[in-house]
């Protein structure tokens, strides 16, 4: 307020009344004051009860705040009334009314807390959780996914309501984060395989093991669907262990009459590939899965330990990954590299060189010396 309280009324020498109400919004202490520019006075009175009367004063006195009243009231609306007098006016009639609360400490809250989609309305609720217990002192974490069905900039706003006890500072009690949604991408299939363990070069008719890992990867932003890893071993080798890192695998024998092996007769049976079946199901974008393999070189039917010749052979065929994209229904189908070994030969030839002498008559010497020990030693025996 400041300067005369009515239009034609004196700025000075008067008495003003204020009537209204007040809302309590949480139960608790609440304190009252004023600040006017004299000591001319001030009443006020909270539901019909007097809760701070200050001295009538007549004359100017040097401005001040006047102690404040603190009492506690229930959570509610309650009707105020105040009383005015001003004395003097050479800096105009000035008065500042406040209350505040005391601060509710060590108390724990129940909330409700919303997700909305850039603004707050009851259609763009993205997700709402009610009775969430908040310890004092401490903070939780609530999270919700969100399904963007339109690309560009959006806001997730979150707003704590429905707070008990009541919060009197809502200022805080929303907050927000802008994010920036892409179009869709359609989902990238690869498949990589590499080997664990296991030489690169050996021998012959030499036992050998191997660890290999197929890896599958989803590295597009839409499922794949529908996955499946297929792969062959060779004849020569055998299958020890398949592990997978989810789904099913199964392997089976496939008759496979273009061995290397030599077959020796009278009767050979063929050497089978091993066929590897993979069922992955559902990649989803950046998903990685893993298949773990162990093989070893098998004893082929004619009882030779593989592999039995020299030469560059595939330990593990190419592995084929095959799915759907869930965005497009395209089929996807992608390869990986093969894995191979270099065989030699087991037992190279040695050739030992010849036996020279610098000249004969040393070969005579040696030769005489032999048979002179000869000669003692046989005279020795017959004494």
């Not at 008067?14 to 919004?25: H, M, Q, R, V």
């Not at 850039?118 to 259609?123: A, G, M």
């Not at 706003?157 to 200022?171: E, F, R």
């Not at 007769?265 to 899965?289: D, M």
């Amino acid at each position: 307020m400041f300067g005369d309280p009515r239009l034609g009324l004196p700025t000075t020498q008067y008495c003003a009344d204020f009537t209204g109400y007040l809302n309590i919004p949480v139960s608790g202490n609440y304190t009252f004051g004023s600040t006017p520019d004299d000591y001319g006075g001030m009443q006020m009175m909270v539901d019909g009860a007097w809760i701070w009367i200050s001295p009538w004063h007549c004359g100017w006195s040097p401005p001040g705040n006047y102690a404040p009243t603190t009492g506690y009231y229930e959570a509610g609306i309650y009707p105020l009334f105040g009383k005015f007098t001003e004395n003097d006016a050479q800096v105009g009639a000035q008065l500042t009314f406040y209350w505040k609360a005391q601060e509710l400490l060590g108390q724990d809250a129940n909330c409700t807390v919303s997700f909305y989609l850039d603004s707050i309305s009851d259609e763009n609720l993205i997700y709402s959780e009610t009775n969430v217990f908040v310890p004092y002192g401490e903070n939780i974490n609530i999270g919700t996914q969100w399904i963007a069905n339109e690309s560009g900039e959006h806001q997730i706003i979150v707003i704590a309501s429905d707070v008990v006890p009541s919060d009197i500072d809502l200022t805080n009690n929303e907050a927000a984060v802008t994010i920036f949604v892409e179009d869709p991408q359609p989902g990238e299939l690869a498949v990589d395989k590499v080997r664990l363990s296991g030489i690169q070069e050996g021998y012959t008719l030499t036992y050998y093991e191997w660890e290999l890992l197929i890896t599958v990867t989803n590295y597009g932003s839409s499922a794949v669907t529908d996955v499946q890893v297929k792969d062959v071993l060779p004849a020569e080798l055998e299958l020890l262990e398949m592990v997978p890192s989810t789904g099913n695998a199964i392997s089976g024998d496939q008759a496979f009459a273009d061995t290397r092996a030599t077959p020796l007769p009278p009767v050979t049976q063929p050497i089978k590939s091993t066929h590897i079946a993979w069922t992955v199901g559902v990649l989803e974008p950046g998903q990685s899965e893993t298949l773990y393999l162990k093989v070893f070189t098998r004893v082929n039917p004619g009882g030779n330990q593989e592999f039995t010749s020299p030469g560059t052979y595939i330990i593990n065929e190419g592995a084929c990954a095959k799915g759907i994209d869930s965005l497009t229904g395209d089929e996807l189908e992608v390869h990986s590299q093969a894995i191979t070994v270099v065989i030699e030969e087991l037992a190279p030839k040695i050739t030992l060189p010849a036996l020279k002498f610098a000249h004969r008559n040393q070969l005579k010497k040696s030769m005489l010396l032999n048979r002179d020990w000869l000669l003692i030693g046989i005279s020795a025996w017959h004494i």
